[in-house]
């Protein structure tokens, strides 16, 4: 006798097979097992989504069989299935896409008799505890915050400045958790793994008292057997501590009682491909699920459960959880102080230079540098940011107006010195630097503007006189994507700098978070304009989050006193993002952007979707756009009298590797019917490419709560 199964595999999300398959079983599966299964001509790993009464449309015949069950593996819970269920319907992708792109790819590769010799394997892994760490003792603020997250009964977001022990909340929390339930896990997340190495070794240090593999890291940069020793590690709940990056949202977590979002507004929280999903979003109902499962089973055994809990932290939140605040849908634990070594301050003082004032061609202001040459004098550290990699942004021709553009993409090739090439930072095409101008010949081609590499050129330059005290030559360094491209090479100058080898620092937004660098007295931002004026509404609230974790770097010990500034320089020191900048005050700052977005009826207080489509020409991408949008009218689909249809028009960066690029805006101020207009557009979004003249050159993809427009 056959059992009939729907069995969810990877396919795309526009798909003529996006939803579960049936396939043929000669026993019944739970729910969530892991198999292999026939698609086609290859043999894919799936998952057991339901059991069914017949074979539906298929005929016996017809019907696949289930060719393999991975039943090593412990069936995928129900309230994951529920997550990805629930992810692949909010984000507008397919169940299969979603639910197999959170498995370990390797997973996908392993037949069952190597997995269980995996599983083995990972059985017999030792357990030599260590003794528990003394651990350190709470400010008053840090007890304050921890009793009253312990007795919330909704997610919690940790309001605290740079430096006032946001970590050791996080921790506290975590063994609380622990402590109470022995079988629990606890998922930390963190916005880049490579940015927060204190954190992870923190963890490893904190919890190796529960023994080996209990702590473990899931990101995209493992190898892949790392990857899926971590994911069955999780998934079997041996590991009762993961740290990850947003994908870890997603992973199998059968304990799960506490999500800990550090950085909650990090812009890297949210998926640019494929399911464009947002893992802070996903962490808040997640844990209401959880939740939610605690309570019915344990109200069924007569008992009560604690339930799954989201604590939020940041010293910039999203202006998002800021009014969740403020609406009393979530928690508010303020910790505004420094504690520790950098006790009794708020922060660095804020400097403002006007650059209309300096001399024209000033890439650093005369004061400026001699605040450096000051710290330097002192044996102190100065870090300066420019979020712009590179040694200038173009190559140009002053004689006929060449410029370095890229021949794929709607954008210029980056000139790097090192190693003289052209390289664009958004295709990866790269050539040397031309003897001449590739136009007319003219060898005097030159580069505009300035990347890190410029600048750290220029710093060398400048500061080649200065001695620091021991008698030895300035030394100055450079953290960016390209200075750290070789395996080990970030750690390598993360010690260099807290060994104190690095008089001055330049980088990019790499290193202005998540390093606690204790002999940093002075941080610049060179150039910080272009954000406060951009057609992207989110650009101000990324630009004050980036200059206060800045800011946050420097002035960590209690000994460097008011000697720990901020510079920044401006052609706009008038400008309210940085009077609320020179006060440290973000709530200011956000009460003024809640403002302006409440008028505009930009989110939190409208929502919004793009859809966007490539094509081999920007016509064709518009002219789909535009058809969607007429039979969306046409049909009258439910939702779309509350839907506003915005024109067509190209991206900001309209050609991508020879794909010309465009979207259309939706925005709605009810979010179910801007969700429910989105379900009902989604076949005609197919039958209309179906029916396009180039059909097979259209690519569209919908991205729910865009971070930029």
């Known amino acids: 006798m056959s059992h009939w199964l729907d069995i969810v595999v990877a396919t795309p999300a526009h798909s003529s097979v996006a939803g579960p398959l049936t396939y043929a079983s000669e026993s019944p599966l739970a729910p969530g097992q892991l198999v292999r299964v026939p698609l086609g001509r290859r043999e894919v790993l799936g998952v057991v989504w339901a059991e069914r009464d017949d074979a539906g449309h298929l005929s016996a015949g017809q019907a696949k069989s289930v060719a393999a069950v991975l039943d090593g593996v412990d069936p995928l819970s129900s309230g994951w299935r529920e997550l990805i269920g629930f992810t692949a319907s909010y984000y507008q992708r397919s169940l299969g896409e979603v639910a197999l792109a959170a498995l370990p790819p390797q997973l996908r590769e392993l037949g069952a008799l190597q997995l269980a010799r995996r599983l083995k394997r990972a059985a017999q892994a030792g357990q030599e505890p260590a003794a528990r760490p003394v651990l350190p003792e709470l400010s008053a603020q840090q007890q304050t915050a921890l009793l009253a997250f312990a007795e919330a009964e909704k997610p919690a977001l940790l309001f605290g400045a740079t430096g006032s022990g946001k970590t050791e909340v996080y921790l506290r929390a975590a063994e609380q958790v622990l402590d109470a339930e022995p079988g629990a896990q606890v998922l930390v997340m963190v916005p880049e793994i490579n940015l927060t190495p204190q954190l992870q070794s923190r963890l490893h240090e904190r919890f190796a008292h529960l023994g080996a593999g209990r702590v473990v890291t899931l ?208 295709c990866g095409h790269a050539e040397p630097v031309p003897r001449g101008c590739p136009d007319c010949g003219n060898v005097d081609i030159a580069p505009v503007g300035r990347g890190t590499e410029k600048l750290e050129e220029h710093l060398s330059e400048l500061l080649a006189d200065l001695r620091r005290p021991d008698g030895s030559p300035v030394r100055v360094a450079r953290i960016d994507a390209d200075s750290t491209r070789g395996k080990g090479a970030l750690q390598s100058q993360l010690t260099q700098m807290h060994e104190g080898h690095t008089d001055v620092l330049v980088g990019t937004q790499m290193v202005t978070k998540g390093h606690d660098f ?192």
Request: hydrophobic residues 45%; positive net charge; contains cysteine.
């Open 219 to 426: 990101h995209s940069n493992l190898t892949p057997a790392q990857r899926l020793k971590a994911w069955l590690a999780a998934h079997s709940g041996q590991a009762q501590v993961v740290l990850g990056t947003r994908m870890a949202v997603l992973a199998s977590l059968p304990g799960l009682r506490l999500i800990v979002v550090d950085e909650e507004h990090d812009p890297s929280y949210k998926q640019q491909e494929g399911a464009r999903y947002s893992a802070r979003d996903l962490a808040i109902y997640r844990a209401r699920l959880e939740s939610q499962r605690l309570a019915g089973g344990t109200a069924q055994a007569g008992g009560t459960a604690a339930p799954c809990r989201v604590l939020l932290g940041s010293a910039t939140p999203s202006l998002e959880s800021w009014q969740a605040c403020l609406k009393g849908r979530y928690l508010r634990l303020d910790m505004p102080d420094r504690i520790g070594a950098a006790q009794g301050g708020v922060g660095p003082q804020v400097q403002l230079l006007d650059m209309g004032l300096q001399a024209r061609g000033t890439v650093l202001a005369p004061a400026l540098m001699q605040a450096i040459a000051e710290r330097v004098a002192r044996g102190e550290q100065s870090l300066i940011f420019l979020n712009r990699r590179g040694y200038a942004p173009v190559l140009a021709c002053h004689d006929c107006g060449w410029k370095s553009q890229c021949a794929h993409c709607s954008a210029f090739r980056v000139f790097h010195k090192l190693d003289r090439s052209l390289r664009c930072h958004h």
């Open 518 to 709: 204790r002999n940093i007295t002075l941080v610049a931002a060179v150039n910080p304009d272009g954000s406060l004026f951009s057609s992207d509404f989110r650009a101000p609230e990324r630009l004050f989050a980036l200059l206060m974790q800045a800011c946050g770097r420097a002035g960590r010990q209690a000994s460097q006193g008011g000697r720990s500034q901020m510079w920044v320089q401006t052609l706009h020191p008038g400008h309210p993002l940085f009077a609320a900048l020179k006060r440290h005050d973000y709530p200011g700052f956000a009460q003024d952007e809640l403002r302006h977005r409440q008028g505009a009826g930009l989110p939190p207080f409208g929502h919004a979707a793009l859809l966007r489509a490539e094509a081999r020409t920007q016509e064709a991408a518009q002219a789909f756009l535009r058809e969607v949008a007429e039979a969306a009218v046409q049909a009258g689909l439910p939702g779309g009298q509350r839907v506003v249809l915005y024109p067509a028009v190209p991206m900001s960066l309209q050609r991508l590797a020879n794909v010309e690029r465009a979207q259309m805006l939706l925005e709605s101020a009810s979010r179910p019917a801007l969700q429910q207009f989105l379900a009902a557009w989604q076949p005609l979004l197919a039958q209309v490419r179906a029916q396009a003249a180039h059909r097979s050159l259209i690519r569209w993809a919908i991205d729910v709560d865009p971070l930029s427009i």
